[in-house]
């Protein structure tokens, strides 16, 4: 019984994105024939096996942009829409990179109370949201957006007093982190010299951690229950006020946690050449990946795919490389569609189901008829 | 011999995997009252949608004074004389009478002079008592009632339907309403009347149609039925009866309340002073018109409002200012009024559900972790024990029919050993043989020990089930009632202040019966 639902339940969740995709894939067609330019030509640049650097490229970019999501969807699951991931990033990863660069402490000690570090600035940031919604009432989705151009804002001011300036270079970076505290990739892709960030194991594990707390534990049921609805879990006994803080709290916590990889395995510092926008990125991600941790996982994989394929389109087809926004953009307004679509249709088949099965059942079932 | 005024044959209506009506036949004549009754789910309002054109029928034909009609939409009914009076009134409060009636029907007589002398002539005519210029917002509910008649009348109707339109009126309204409908009729109208209650049935109508299971299965003549007749026609078996037979009621207090006050946004208390003992072993029922304190008085009970004033016991420890789950974790039960909002997760499966409220209790938490085998073997049990009709414990709560999810939140509420269960209208909404197994287990929660506080609008559920009853008015309690001698014309005057007590004085005697309420009444205008 319950491994069936569950198949048809897999089945429907992957008809939304699919139908998602194959929607990005007619509407971003017919704009480039509306354009003139060569839609074949565009989709084998797109579509041919990338080379094993990019492979590596890819896994890296979804390995950040799944943190990102990650952190987003622990609010959409209560019905908080954390916009602030990319505010509570940059300066999470801000605030880790000045500890980092001194050097304080030996090696591996120093990575972790930097990721410490990250993790406490980005729910503070976070919690000034939550905060302000519980005690005043102010939109989350307000809020985050002002706070994450406060955070753009106090990071440049504070980046230019801390900065380590290169002379002759106009490029404004931290203090570079020691050898001993960079974090050693994986080769784990054969024809390249270039690795996979190690914090791809941080990726995992938060993965993991966000699974289990969300479905595993009382907290996280206390979670689900407001997201789903808040009246019924105010009335079973949650104070949604704490949950709410709480909430937002590890959303900033998680987000902290974005940066890290491209930290400590990438640029070894923190500077204007941070990459930019993954908390946005995040959120589509999250809604295509339907906040599940392995759907978010496929979602970061496309993400950072369509990404990196799109590098080249400029250099052999002539067609700017923008293209993959657009193709990113209906992805998300179609599934957000079809996930609506998909769940309304899966609700009348659960209810036909179960009103078949119902009135298959002679007469009325004795209690003992019920038992399983 | 004229044709029916109305008349239905082989009405057949499919939806995905339920047959809502089959074969429902029947005819309605001219100038009388018919009234259609069945349990909820039974077809009724499915039939009705089909006869005012909202939905059409997959097979059987629909006649108007013998012609054949073909409904595409409301307005074809509109057309052909039949209008509909939803149980839910749709009406503007910040609009006038003469407003609302004209709304969409501006080209009738026109939305200034004309419009009101045609709405002061149907209102006249029929006695119905509304004026043209009162503003919605202050009218009480059975005048509301009666401007979406007229707004019927006015657009030309001559076949009136009314979906369960006592179910938002008080006794005294009930009789007003029925006065209507014997004026409409004599004056040539005819009116189509849905119900659930067997006796105003009997009292209004001139034939009732009864429908069990989505098909007509009798056509009877009030005069030669009895209402446990009609019932057993409309369950197709015996019937079952609220009443609660030997007291059980000991003298432990279980929830004492005293003086408690909840302070309002305007000067007047959404609750004042309210003192009441519930001992181990008895239902305390409280009647009232909806919106005189019940809800606030739950909440407040269950910690999702702090009280103003005053002091709620449970045993002999002070819970008023404890948070919902402590005080749940303390052994009260909550049924709360709107199962959908309050009581269900609908997207989650079952078995989250059995535990919603109790997601800090055994079986279904070890620690900090959800215990989901455990969580999983209390829902199964829950299920099984209350018969709740379910194909298994992964299903969501939404596939369930409505007395299916009470049964769901009873079991629920009665597993976790509770010693104080509050019920708000607990039998609303769902059909009679699942109120019959949720009276089953009140009386069951009764004889085990447990203390009662039943908050219902169904005042022979009251009557039924209750030891004591009270009726709050504007935030206070009346005098005890005693249900062994009350009878629904006393509790209905005491729900609209009629009977001209002060509300709020407790009698000393528990017995006290208010005699001759007075039959002279008021509406509720002034109990909204």
């Known amino acids: ?372 | 011999m004229v044709a029916p005024a109305v008349e239905l044959q082989g009405i057949t209506k499919r939806f995905p995997g339920v047959v809502a009506n089959r074969d429902v036949t029947f005819s309605v004549q001219r100038g009388t009252v018919h009234a259609i009754v069945g349990e909820n789910g039974a077809g009724k309002s499915t039939l009705m949608k089909i006869l005012y054109g909202v939905l059409r029928a997959d097979e059987g034909t629909v006649r108007v004074d013998g012609k054949p009609l073909a409904l595409h939409g409301p307005s074809d009914a509109i057309d052909a004389g039949i209008g509909m009076v939803f149980q839910h009134f749709m009406l503007a409060d910040n609009l006038t009478v003469l407003e609302n009636v004209v709304l969409g029907a501006e080209n009738l007589h026109g939305i200034a002079d004309r419009a009101r002398a045609e709405i002061e002539r149907i209102s006249a005519g029929y006695g119905l008592n509304v004026h043209a210029d009162d503003l919605v917002a202050d009218l009480g509910v059975g005048i509301r009632q009666r401007v979406e008649i007229l707004k019927v009348l006015y657009r030309g109707a001559k076949i009136l339907i009314l979906d369960e339109p006592t179910a938002v009126l008080v006794p005294q309204e009930v009789d007003e309403l029925f006065d209507n409908l014997r004026e409409l009729k004599s004056e040539g109208l005819t009116v189509i009347f849905i119900s659930h209650k067997l006796d105003e049935v009997l009292s209004v109508a001139d034939s009732i149609t009864v429908i069990r299971r989505g098909t007509t299965v009798a056509t009877v003549d009030p005069k030669s039925v009895t209402s446990r007749q009609l019932a057993e026609l409309m369950v197709g078996s015996e019937l079952p009866s609220a009443s609660t037979h030997v007291s059980t009621v000991t003298d432990r207090p279980l929830l004492a309340i005293t003086g408690l006050t909840l302070a309002g946004a305007g000067v007047r208390d959404v609750l004042h002073d309210i003192t009441l003992t519930i001992h181990a072993g008895e239902v305390l029922g409280v009647a009232g018109v909806e919106g005189n304190g019940q809800a606030e008085l739950v909440e407040a009970i269950m910690g999702m409002r702090e009280p103003t004033a005053g002091r709620i016991l449970l045993e002999d420890q002070d819970i008023s200012d404890w948070h919902t789950r402590e005080i749940r974790e303390a052994g009260v039960g909550y049924i709360p009024e709107d199962r959908h909002r309050h009581a269900l997760l609908l997207d989650a499966p079952l078995w989250e559900n059995t535990m919603l409220g109790h997601q800090t209790e055994s079986p279904n938490v070890k620690g900090v972790w959800v215990d989901a085998a455990g969580a999983k073997a209390g829902a199964e049990r829950i299920l099984a024990e209350y018969d709740v009709r379910t194909p298994s414990i992964y299903v969501t709560a939404n596939s369930l029919s409505g007395g299916n999810q009470q049964k769901l939140i009873i079991g629920r509420e009665m597993s976790y050993t509770p010693k104080v269960l509050v019920a708000a209208h607990p039998t609303r909404g769902v059909d009679v043989g699942a109120q019959a197994a949720i009276w089953d287990h009140i009386r069951r929660a009764r004889r085990e020990g447990l203390a009662v506080l039943l908050i219902s609008a169904d005042l022979d559920e009251l009557i039924g089930l209750s030891d004591t009853i009270r009726v709050i008015l504007r935030g206070q309690l009346s005098a005890e009632f005693d249900p062994d001698v009350v009878t629904a014309q006393d509790l209905g005057a005491a729900m609209t202040g009629a009977d001209q007590r002060e509300p709020g004085a407790v009698a000393d005697d528990p017995g006290t019966r208010h005699t001759e309420a007075g039959r002279e009444t008021h509406g509720v205008e002034d109990g909204q």
């Open chain 1, 1 to 372: 019984m319950k491994a069936t639902l569950d198949l048809r339940r897999v089945g429907l969740g992957l008809v939304a994105p699919v139908l998602a995709i194959l929607v990005a894939f007619v509407v971003t067609s017919t704009v480039l024939l509306l354009a003139g330019d060569p839609v074949v030509e565009v989709w084998t640049q797109l579509l041919t096996a990338p080379r094993p650097r990019l492979v590596v490229a890819i896994i890296n970019g979804a390995s950040v942009y799944y943190m990102s999501a990650i952190a987003v969807a622990i609010g959409f699951r209560m019905n908080l829409f954390n916009i602030g991931v990319d505010g509570q990033y940059r300066i999470a990863a801000f605030a880790a990179a000045v500890f980092a660069g001194q050097g304080w402490l030996p090696g591996p000690l120093n990575v972790i109370v930097s990721l410490l570090i990250a993790v406490v600035v980005g729910a503070a940031w976070a919690g000034i949201a939550g905060w302000l919604k519980v005690s005043r009432g102010v939109s989350e989705v307000i809020s985050t957006i002002m706070l994450n151009a406060i955070a753009t804002g106090l990071v440049s001011f504070l980046l230019f007093r801390v900065a380590d300036s290169t002379a002759g270079s106009n490029v404004t970076n931290t203090k570079t982190i020691p050898t001993s505290s960079q974090v050693p990739g994986f080769a784990l892709v054969p024809g390249t010299p270039n690795k996979v960030y190690g914090f791809i194991l941080l990726a995992a594990l938060v993965g993991i951690a966000y699974w289990v707390i969300l479905n595993k534990t009382r907290f996280g049921y206390d979670l689900r229950a407001t997201g789903r609805s808040e009246t019924a879990a105010v009335a079973s006994g949650v104070n949604v006020k704490r949950m709410v803080l709480t909430a937002m709290v590890i959303s900033g916590a998680a987000a902290g946690l974005v940066g890290m990889p491209l930290l400590f395995g990438q640029d070894y510092s923190y500077g204007t050449t941070f990459q930019p926008g993954l908390g946005f990125a995040g959120i589509a991600i999250a809604l295509l990946g339907r906040n599940h941790p392995v759907g978010i996982a496929f979602g970061a994989l496309l993400w950072s795919y369509l990404e990196q394929q799109s590098n080249g389109l400029q250099i052999t087809v002539g067609v700017s490389s923008e293209l993959v926004f657009i193709i990113q953009g209906v992805i998300v307004l179609a599934v957000v569609i079809a996930y609506e679509v998909v769940r309304r249709a899966g609700l009348r088949m659960e209810q036909r189901k179960v009103a078949r099965q119902l009135s298959d059942q002679p007469g009325s079932p004795t209690p003992e008829g019920v038992t399983v």
